[in-house]
């Protein structure tokens, strides 16, 4: 009879304990994981198309969440994007335009590139603050690359900095925030650090922001999944078509496609850059850059890992994004008159069926991929037409948690919480403008504009415009600005308008050059 009764009392409380526990995990909010990749290409992923990548932990979480096909960076490099994603504002409308912090100017240069800022604006009240203010734990680990100590924009701890190689030693500023040894490779030590935070954290509510600096060069594959890829290559068949094409660039003088084939064979430095011509990889078969690409992907498959163990994973949102489109085009101009070890070190992939790469306006430098994981909410295996850019994480993270949102901060940001539900999203305009000269190709400073299936580009140095319609032509082939000049003209006006709005800063044309066209 005690004994009946003891057990029936465990029963009750073990049942009180469970309840409470329950419920204290349903009123606590969720976990984020905000999991950003450096320069990784939309068409990298397996669940984008790539076969030669392997991606397994990136595509489960695809198969488990909601994937995008039109999502977009708010700039074609790293600085901008980033500040965007913590504002919730366009790079144009808190000057910070460029990467941080740029490169000089050039003689064949027409434009003296736009004034811009170094850092973070102090004023701007980040995600990661509003956060912090809500009871979150905040971290910052990788690529910030705002020119601050990120623990002074929200973040509780930050590990951060420029990576020299990805084998130790990474570079001075790691030598005493991670601890490591020979042998050791960043992306997994930095990885290492994200789960002791979570570890430490999981009692609370915690945002990771996880700025992965692969796949960023130095090209450096950790070398047990280069050898991997090395052997899977030389089973490989033969990829038909050319290694690499020269892109020219739009807004200088037109050149015929024999122009076009005398310049491939001329493989020199000054007769490119007299030409404003680049060369582009066409094909993904770069070991380097596979073996760095699932170092990262186990990262990811490492922190989904200690969720799962700490009974934390239904209560973790996870967004996997990039902060640009992939570096098919190298950073700083070299030609491909080179062995292959030297080329695997400049060109990382290729963006095909994406025209263009890191530091242009085509799809290639702003498309990104972009999968979003948040338990109860998405519905698996769902794929997204909607189109979203990086403004609008601000806005629909905190819709997300039930936050109040702050649309002075977050202005130009739209929440896409219904896409996430599988409801009608229908974004409107989005915006890019780069008043600069890139390091990854010749092309003029420029802007554009995305509304619907169309998008029109508009460069600074003549005024040149391009119109595409990227339903029918993702690879933006077929220029319609002449055929259609109504859409074209419509588009160039709303382009106008909003720099007028936001203020942005135009590059001013130099002394020794014709006027700039308005």
């Known amino acids: 009879m005690k004994t009946s009764k003891l057990i029936r009392t465990f029963i009750l409380l073990f049942s009180f304990l469970s309840s409470a526990a329950l419920a204290s995990e349903k009123s606590r909010k969720p976990n984020i994981i905000f999991f ?4 990784l290409g939309w068409s990298d992923v397996g669940c984008y198309g790539s076969t030669f990548h392997e991606t397994p932990n990136i595509d489960q979480l695809a198969d488990e969440g909601i994937r995008f096909d039109n ?41 003296h590139s736009a004034k811009k800022l170094m850092s973070l604006p102090d004023e701007e009240i980040t995600l990661a603050e509003t956060l912090k203010k809500y009871g979150y734990s905040t971290a910052n680990y990788g690529k910030a690359h705002l020119r601050k100590d990120p623990k002074t924009y929200g973040f509780d701890e930050a590990i951060v900095g420029w990576v020299r190689s990805y084998y130790y030693p990474f570079s001075g500023q790691y030598t005493k925030t991670l601890p490591s040894k020979k042998g050791d490779y960043y992306t997994d030590k930095l990885t290492d650090a994200a789960l002791d935070f979570i570890e430490r954290k999981k009692d609370q509510p915690f945002f990771v922001h996880m700025e992965h600096f692969a796949v960023h060069d130095p090209i450096q ?8 890829y090395q052997k899977k290559l030389k089973s490989m068949p033969k990829i038909d078509g050319p290694d690499y094409i020269l892109e020219p660039n739009p807004d200088a003088v037109a050149l015929s496609k024999k122009e076009i084939k005398k310049l491939e064979k001329d493989d020199n430095l000054k007769t490119h850059q007299d030409n404003r011509v680049w060369w582009v990889k066409q094909k993904q078969d770069n070991v380097e850059f596979a073996g760095m690409l699932e170092a990262t992907d186990e990262s990811l498959g490492r922190i989904r890992a200690k969720l799962d163990e700490l009974g934390l994973s239904k209560n973790t949102i996870i967004i996997f994004t990039a902060d640009n489109g992939g570096m098919s085009a190298s950073n700083q101009y070299y030609g491909v008159n080179h062995n292959e070890k030297q080329l695997n070190s400049r060109f990382a992939s290729s963006n095909l069926p994406l025209r263009g790469a890191k530091g242009w306006n085509y799809e290639g430098g702003i498309r990104v991929p972009l999968i979003v994981h948040w338990p109860g909410q998405t519905k698996p295996q769902t794929m997204s037409h909607s189109i979203v850019t990086g403004t609008d994480f601000y806005p629909t993270i905190m819709e997300m948690l039930n936050i109040p949102k702050l649309p002075e901060q977050h202005v130009d940001g739209k929440s896409f919480v219904n896409a996430l539900k599988g409801k009608t999203h229908d974004r409107g305009a989005i915006y890019w403008h780069f008043p600069h000269y890139s390091n990854h190709g010749y092309q003029s400073p420029g802007g554009a504009i995305r509304l619907g299936n169309y998008k029109l580009l508009e460069y600074y140095e003549n005024g040149t415009v391009q119109l595409f319609d990227l339903h029918n032509d993702p690879g933006e082939q077929n220029d319609l600005s002449k055929s259609k000049p109504e859409i074209s003209k419509n588009l160039l006006s709303m382009l106008h308008d909003w720099r007028k709005n936001v203020g942005a800063k135009m590059p001013q044309v130099k002394a020794a050059h014709n006027s700039l066209r308005n």
């Open 36 to 39: 950003l990749v450096d320069d």
């Open 71 to 111: 999502a977009y960076s708010t700039c074609h490099v790293c600085s901008p994007s980033r500040a965007s994603i913590l504002t919730g504002k366009y790079p144009a409308r808190i000057d910070l335009t460029e990467w941080l912090g740029g490169r000089p100017e050039r003689n064949y240069e027409k434009l």
């Open 221 to 228: 594959g950790r070398k047990d999944l280069v050898e991997k």
